[in-house]
């Protein structure tokens, strides 16, 4: 019983790693342009099979990484600065530009789902022999896994907090148009950004498919919804919040598919939902988003 | 001859079954700003209660269901309709809270993503990945008709129930609680600055919705006799919606249109092309194609609400006609 | 008895306190202006009359019952209503359309009106479009009775929202800076349609940046700075106050 408990305990960790790493890559970008970028999963598979891909040609072990989050660097940017811009100068506002994002990620998830002939593929990579730490049981790449994501939280505050550029960047996540009188150049702070989550969702989709050990064309989409209320419930624009917010799914999750079933953890999922809902009404109010806006 | 019938008159079923979809999704959308991203839920789980009250009480062994019975048409539809009006209630209570309209339909395209993981995961409601097949079709064999007859006779119902939506939908849109879902889409602080209660009236639309989005589940499940998670992936909600982005939102005669032209006409013609890739390509092909869609209905109109008629009122001498007295706008 | 009274009202927003104990009193057909420097609260103790924001502190009576808790649609049951900085015209429906929609009101339009008392909602149809059509005479906006929202011009957008207000009769009208986004020349028509409003025993709150609208219309100005009531009196009065003056300076 409590054996189980610390195991499972373990796993969520794990999970809430690879959740946090994708988390923080969420909430920067949510919380600097303000685009629920609901095309995020789809990213995520696409810096997954880069890295899959690149494996095949020899270019494997922890280098899947950086192939999987230059990947995601790259399209996000290029979404973010070629599709997202072109519909804000049409005109969309916050609830149109997250439906752009929705139809973005028909069109790149179907999009892998034909190319890759609706296979899962084995991604057996960095295997190693489980550790014993007390009741928990855990390979030398998951351990890896859970020191990437420190590093990451640690790396991005540090970038926040004591930089020039992360003073910007709050800056403009605060008030971009005061941001932009004084002297900000708020362009290249968003290409940043871009880059930046992009990197960590592309990171994150190849952390995930490390741990699963496989990779299919719904893997970062299944993967959504956890991103996302993970966001939410920590806060836009806040790793620290991601993370937290990750560290309570992730072991919530694992927690109750030890003791129950994987249907259960799903419903857990639902009722952590539920948790944002009712825990932060103030940031996720209505009538007020009206007068939120772009910055794109 | 037999065979292209049959297919036609398939068709006419999906037809209407996507017909009453859209009209579920255009009053939620169209006229109350409600996005619904999890349609699909309410459609299913239509069809699920459909089913298992027509398969009798489980077995345990061919295949597991919760409320199994045998109860005659039309009580299954009838059942099926509640089902979604009252899992619409529940979903609606926590998620029309007045939360920012984009979280709202992101939770609500969780929600379907959550719930397809639930009724895989969790067999004994259900069936899991297996789904439930053996449904039998109301009337089937005690009616005096060929196959063809039937699957005619099934059509025909089909269109007769979305006349009735039909026409229930557009009299309420037409209708003062219409012009208040409309206010309410417009500006929302406006809207309550005038006595409006929008979070009644989100809910109200949402349960209307679910009920139409469960009689056509139902509808659809005493056709095809079958219904399994593969039947609503969440992608299945955007066909319909771009059905409407097509027809234009808020226009119920276009958006019948949208759904002959996108979810029968764009979707059936790959069957008549060569075969051409792997099995499976031109499903994935066509999916992509519908994003593509999208994604150029919402460039073309960013924000767009398209009305179908100005509505030009009427002069006090003309008191006996409603306010709303319909013409085609300039 | 009074009509509007507060009592340290206070509305606070994540800690800040924007709006810090205001009390005042408000009668039938009387005019009050609220003027203070930006970010004294004037906006912010409007919401928290209309029910936008939450109150952080204090008491709202309306014809002595109390109604800070309500939310904004019963306050609007009750008799207060209000227009908005950014005009909240109803976008894609038409000018008769936004009056008609006031007009029923929730109860007109609910969804069990509509159905089970068909004949009632008819007749409820008729009488709201007489009544719309003599507000829109009476604001010389007939001719606009069709045009969507989207297509007017700044000044009739204040108009429709003005007009749309006294299709509820209320008791009080709250109006959050009429005169923004009004074309110069409309200004003095305005005023004079707030005045007439006024005379018909409705209750005007103003916030407004421009002075001299304020000094047309308000018999009785509220100066606020820093989220409080410094000053009070007419205008002549308040201006002349030297802790108005030394805020306005800065």
Redesign the interface.
């Given at each position: 019983m409590w054996s189980t408990l610390v195991s499972a305990i373990g796993f969520g960790v794990v999970l809430a790693s690879i959740i946090a790493i994708a988390a923080m890559g969420f909430t920067i970008q949510f919380g600097l342009t303000n685009v629920l970028n609901l095309s995020f999963g789809a990213v995520m598979t696409v810096a997954a099979f880069a890295a899959y891909l690149a494996n095949r040609h020899g270019v494997g072990g922890w280098f899947g990484l950086l192939v999987g989050g230059a990947a995601g660097a790259v399209l996000t940017l290029a979404l973010g600065r070629g599709v997202f811009k072109a519909y804000a100068r049409r005109g969309a506002r916050l609830f149109e530009m997250m439906m752009v994002t929705l139809g973005l990620s028909l069109i790149i998830n179907y999009a892998i789902q034909a190319i890759s002939h609706n296979n899962i593929y084995q991604f057996a990579v960095l295997q190693s022999t489980p550790l014993q730490l007390g009741s928990i049981l855990i390979t030398r790449t998951q351990l890896v896994i859970v020191f990437i994501s420190i590093a990451i939280l640690v790396a991005l505050q540090v970038l926040l907090r004591a930089t020039k550029i992360g003073k910007a960047l709050r800056a403009m996540a605060a008030d971009p148009d005061l941001a932009r009188a004084s002297g900000i150049r708020t362009g290249q702070i968003v290409i940043l950004t871009w880059l930046l989550s992009g990197f960590l969702c592309g990171v994150a989709g190849v952390v995930y498919i490390i741990n699963s050990q496989s990779v299919g064309y719904t893997t970062g989409q299944l993967f959504l919804p956890l991103i996302v209320a993970a966001a939410i419930l920590g806060g836009a624009g806040s790793p620290v919040g991601a993370v937290l917010a990750s560290l309570i799914m992730g072991v919530v999750t694992e927690v109750v598919s030890a003791f129950g079933s994987a249907a259960y953890s799903t419903v857990a999922g639902f009722g952590i939902l539920v948790i944002v809902l009712l825990s932060r009404p103030s940031s996720v109010r209505g009538g007020q988003a009206g007068h939120q806006q772009l910055t794109l | 001859m037999t065979a292209w019938s049959y297919y036609i008159s398939t068709l006419a079923v999906y037809f209407g079954v996507n017909v009453l979809s859209a009209l579920a999704l255009n009053l939620q959308f169209g006229f109350a700003g409600v996005?619904n991203?999890g349609y699909i839920i309410f459609q299913s789980v239509g069809a699920y209660i459909a089913a298992v009250v027509v398969l009798g009480p489980s077995s345990g062994t061919f295949q597991q269901y919760v409320f199994g019975a045998r109860l005659p048409f039309p009580i299954p539809l009838l059942l099926a309709t509640a089902a979604g009006a009252v899992l619409a209630l529940l979903i609606g209570l926590?998620?029309l809270?007045?939360?920012?309209?984009?979280?709202q339909?992101?939770?609500l395209?969780?929600?379907s993503?959550?719930a397809t993981?639930?009724v895989?995961?969790?067999v004994p409601l259900f069936n899991g990945s297996n789904g439930l097949t053996g449904i039998s079709r109301p009337f089937f064999s005690s009616l005096p008709l060929s196959l063809q007859g039937y699957q005619w006779a099934y059509a025909v119902w089909g269109l007769v129930l979305c006349a009735v939506v039909y026409a229930l939908v557009t009299w309420?849109s037409r209708?003062?609680?219409g012009?208040?879902l409309?206010?309410m889409?417009?500006?929302?602080?406006?809207?309550?600055?005038?006595?409006?209660?929008?979070t009644a009236l989100r809910l109200?639309v949402f349960v209307i919705g679910g009920a139409i989005a469960g009689l056509s589940g139902g509808l659809l499940v005493e056709y095809i006799s079958a219904w399994s998670p593969d039947a609503w992936g969440y992608?299945e909600t955007?066909v319909i919606f771009t059905a409407i982005f097509v027809g234009g939102i808020?226009n119920y005669r276009g958006v019948v249109l949208g759904v002959f032209l996108v979810p029968i006409l764009f979707l059936e013609l790959p069957r008549f092309l060569p075969q051409f890739g792997?099995p499976?390509?031109t499903d994935?092909?066509e999916?992509?194609a519908?994003?593509?869609i999208?994604?150029v209905c919402?460039?073309v109109r960013?924000?767009g609400?398209v009305?179908e008629k100005?509505?030009?009122?009427r002069?006090?001498g003309a008191?006996d006609a409603?306010?709303?007295e319909q013409m085609e706008a300039a | 008895m009074t009509l509007l009274a507060t009592r340290d009202v206070a509305v606070a927003y994540g800690g800040v306190r924007a709006v810090n104990g205001v009390s005042l009193e408000l009668e039938r057909g009387e005019s009050l202006g609220l003027i203070g420097p930006n970010g004294a609260g004037k906006s912010s103790f409007l919401a928290a009359l209309g029910g936008q924001v939450p109150l952080a502190g204090g008491s709202i009576t309306l014809e002595g019952h109390e109604i800070g808790g309500l939310p904004a649609f019963r306050r609007a049951r009750r008799g207060i209503t209000r227009t908005f900085q950014m005009t909240s015209e109803f976008a894609h429906m038409t000018v008769f359309e936004n009056l008609v929609t006031a007009g029923h009101g929730a109860e007109g339009s609910s969804l069990r009106a509509v159905v089970l008392r068909r004949h009632d909602t008819r007749r409820a149809e008729r009488d709201v479009a007489a009544r719309a059509w003599s507000i829109l005479d009476r604001f010389e906006m007939a001719h606009a009775a069709d045009m969507y929202g989207s297509e007017l011009s700044g000044g009739q957008r204040r108009l429709v929202e003005i007009m749309r207000c006294l299709m509820r009769e209320p008791k009080v009208l709250l109006l959050d800076e009429p005169m923004v986004g009004v074309a110069p020349h409309l200004v003095e028509k305005l005023i004079a349609d707030l005045r007439s409003i006024r005379d018909d025993g409705i209750a005007l709150v103003i916030v407004e940046h421009a002075l001299e609208v304020v000094q047309e219309l308000c018999e009785r100005v509220v100066v606020m700075a820093l989220g409080r009531p410094i000053a009070s009196g007419s205008f002549d009065e308040v201006v002349a106050h030297p802790e108005v003056q030394a805020a306005y300076v800065g």
């Amino acid at each position: 019983m409590w054996s189980t408990l610390v195991s499972a305990i373990g796993f969520g960790v794990v999970l809430a790693s690879i959740i946090a790493i994708a988390a923080m890559g969420f909430t920067i970008q949510f919380g600097l342009t303000n685009v629920l970028n609901l095309s995020f999963g789809a990213v995520m598979t696409v810096a997954a099979f880069a890295a899959y891909l690149a494996n095949r040609h020899g270019v494997g072990g922890w280098f899947g990484l950086l192939v999987g989050g230059a990947a995601g660097a790259v399209l996000t940017l290029a979404l973010g600065r070629g599709v997202f811009k072109a519909y804000a100068r049409r005109g969309a506002r916050l609830f149109e530009m997250m439906m752009v994002t929705l139809g973005l990620s028909l069109i790149i998830n179907y999009a892998i789902q034909a190319i890759s002939h609706n296979n899962i593929y084995q991604f057996a990579v960095l295997q190693s022999t489980p550790l014993q730490l007390g009741s928990i049981l855990i390979t030398r790449t998951q351990l890896v896994i859970v020191f990437i994501s420190i590093a990451i939280l640690v790396a991005l505050q540090v970038l926040l907090r004591a930089t020039k550029i992360g003073k910007a960047l709050r800056a403009m996540a605060a008030d971009p148009d005061l941001a932009r009188a004084s002297g900000i150049r708020t362009g290249q702070i968003v290409i940043l950004t871009w880059l930046l989550s992009g990197f960590l969702c592309g990171v994150a989709g190849v952390v995930y498919i490390i741990n699963s050990q496989s990779v299919g064309y719904t893997t970062g989409q299944l993967f959504l919804p956890l991103i996302v209320a993970a966001a939410i419930l920590g806060g836009a624009g806040s790793p620290v919040g991601a993370v937290l917010a990750s560290l309570i799914m992730g072991v919530v999750t694992e927690v109750v598919s030890a003791f129950g079933s994987a249907a259960y953890s799903t419903v857990a999922g639902f009722g952590i939902l539920v948790i944002v809902l009712l825990s932060r009404p103030s940031s996720v109010r209505g009538g007020q988003a009206g007068h939120q806006q772009l910055t794109l | 001859m037999t065979a292209w019938s049959y297919y036609i008159s398939t068709l006419a079923v999906y037809f209407g079954v996507n017909v009453l979809s859209a009209l579920a999704l255009n009053l939620q959308f169209g006229f109350a700003g409600v996005v619904n991203f999890g349609y699909i839920i309410f459609q299913s789980v239509g069809a699920y209660i459909a089913a298992v009250v027509v398969l009798g009480p489980s077995s345990g062994t061919f295949q597991q269901y919760v409320f199994g019975a045998r109860l005659p048409f039309p009580i299954p539809l009838l059942l099926a309709t509640a089902a979604g009006a009252v899992l619409a209630l529940l979903i609606g209570l926590f998620t029309l809270r007045n939360i920012r309209r984009d979280y709202q339909a992101a939770i609500l395209l969780i929600l379907s993503l959550i719930a397809t993981q639930v009724v895989q995961g969790y067999v004994p409601l259900f069936n899991g990945s297996n789904g439930l097949t053996g449904i039998s079709r109301p009337f089937f064999s005690s009616l005096p008709l060929s196959l063809q007859g039937y699957q005619w006779a099934y059509a025909v119902w089909g269109l007769v129930l979305c006349a009735v939506v039909y026409a229930l939908v557009t009299w309420l849109s037409r209708s003062p609680w219409g012009r208040a879902l409309r206010a309410m889409r417009d500006q929302e602080e406006a809207a309550t600055a005038i006595g409006l209660n929008i979070t009644a009236l989100r809910l109200q639309v949402f349960v209307i919705g679910g009920a139409i989005a469960g009689l056509s589940g139902g509808l659809l499940v005493e056709y095809i006799s079958a219904w399994s998670p593969d039947a609503w992936g969440y992608a299945e909600t955007f066909v319909i919606f771009t059905a409407i982005f097509v027809g234009g939102i808020g226009n119920y005669r276009g958006v019948v249109l949208g759904v002959f032209l996108v979810p029968i006409l764009f979707l059936e013609l790959p069957r008549f092309l060569p075969q051409f890739g792997y099995p499976g390509l031109t499903d994935s092909l066509e999916w992509v194609a519908i994003g593509a869609i999208w994604m150029v209905c919402l460039y073309v109109r960013p924000q767009g609400i398209v009305p179908e008629k100005r509505s030009i009122a009427r002069r006090r001498g003309a008191a006996d006609a409603p306010v709303g007295e319909q013409m085609e706008a300039a | 008895m009074t009509l509007l009274a507060t009592r340290d009202v206070a509305v606070a927003y994540g800690g800040v306190r924007a709006v810090n104990g205001v009390s005042l009193e408000l009668e039938r057909g009387e005019s009050l202006g609220l003027i203070g420097p930006n970010g004294a609260g004037k906006s912010s103790f409007l919401a928290a009359l209309g029910g936008q924001v939450p109150l952080a502190g204090g008491s709202i009576t309306l014809e002595g019952h109390e109604i800070g808790g309500l939310p904004a649609f019963r306050r609007a049951r009750r008799g207060i209503t209000r227009t908005f900085q950014m005009t909240s015209e109803f976008a894609h429906m038409t000018v008769f359309e936004n009056l008609v929609t006031a007009g029923h009101g929730a109860e007109g339009s609910s969804l069990r009106a509509v159905v089970l008392r068909r004949h009632d909602t008819r007749r409820a149809e008729r009488d709201v479009a007489a009544r719309a059509w003599s507000i829109l005479d009476r604001f010389e906006m007939a001719h606009a009775a069709d045009m969507y929202g989207s297509e007017l011009s700044g000044g009739q957008r204040r108009l429709v929202e003005i007009m749309r207000c006294l299709m509820r009769e209320p008791k009080v009208l709250l109006l959050d800076e009429p005169m923004v986004g009004v074309a110069p020349h409309l200004v003095e028509k305005l005023i004079a349609d707030l005045r007439s409003i006024r005379d018909d025993g409705i209750a005007l709150v103003i916030v407004e940046h421009a002075l001299e609208v304020v000094q047309e219309l308000c018999e009785r100005v509220v100066v606020m700075a820093l989220g409080r009531p410094i000053a009070s009196g007419s205008f002549d009065e308040v201006v002349a106050h030297p802790e108005v003056q030394a805020a306005y300076v800065g």
